[in-house]
Nanobody, 125 residues
């Protein structure tokens, strides 16, 4: 059973950066599409971006606007979300998720079956 654990969250000021990590255990990431999602209280969980299992193709939600980058290191069982120019409205609980894939993916929460417990990011001055 694939298990995911997020880390790297914290409190930062507007304009600062954070790198989130997602560590996998129990199974290889080689054949998993990975997504990053976020949720604030009272709102639905939304996609931040996803990365394919094969060619590293990435997709980002419009609000990312070039500020975030998803990378993966299958050999280490790790996926990363580099977040730059953070703003207060990026404050949320951030999750990584995985879905078995031979290349394609649908970057929405309902399309992913394995989830971590999340890591909190708070952006405020």
């Amino acid at each position: 059973q694939l298990q995911l654990v997020e880390s790297g969250g914290g409190s930062v000021q507007p304009g600062e950066s954070l790198r989130l990590s997602c560590a996998a255990s129990g199974a290889t990431l080689d054949d998993q599409a990975i997504g990053w999602f976020r949720q604030v209280p009272g709102k639905e969980r939304e996609e931040v971006g996803c990365i394919s299992s094969t060619d590293g193709h990435t997709y980002y939600k419009d609000f990312v606007q070039g500020r975030f980058t998803i990378t993966r290191d299958n050999a280490k069982g790790m996926v990363y979300l580099q977040m730059n120019s953070l703003q207060p409205n990026d404050t949320a609980l951030y999750y990584c998720a995985a879905e078995p894939s031979v290349g394609g993916y649908v970057c929405i929460p309902g399309a992913f079956r394995y989830w971590g417990r999340g890591t909190q990011i708070t952006v405020s001055s």
